[in-house]
């Protein structure tokens, strides 16, 4: 039997592949999902949606990032998965750090993942060090 910890870091991982599924990525051809958890429990995913005009094209993870603040969900966000069919699973790119810098804390957990599992888990700090975060702006 998992403990409860497995089950919802399973959950957690689904819904990011599931949402993968849903990408619009017509010109990468790199369907990504994401998936959060948020201090209150509750989970968003997105997936990556791609435009033709690049600029306006969003990555998966702050899809899941606004589709939560949009929701009224409690942050800090205190889990991240990424999905990609990537060999190395990929990690979140620096705009997304950036939005999570906003929204995560140092001990938020980002876990990288291919379709077959999570590769690898780091903690937020580790992956962006010395943010640029609201208290900055203090
Ligand atoms: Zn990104």
Redesign the pocket.
Known sequence: MQSGYAVKLKKLFEAAKKARTRAHAPYSEHSIGAAIYTKDGKLSAGCNIENASFGGTV????VAVWKAVSEGYKTPIQEVCVVSDAKTAWP?????RQVLAEFATPDTLIHLANLKGIQKTYRFGDLLPHAFDPDHMK
């Open positions: 990555c998966a993870e702050r979140p790119c620096g705009f997304c």
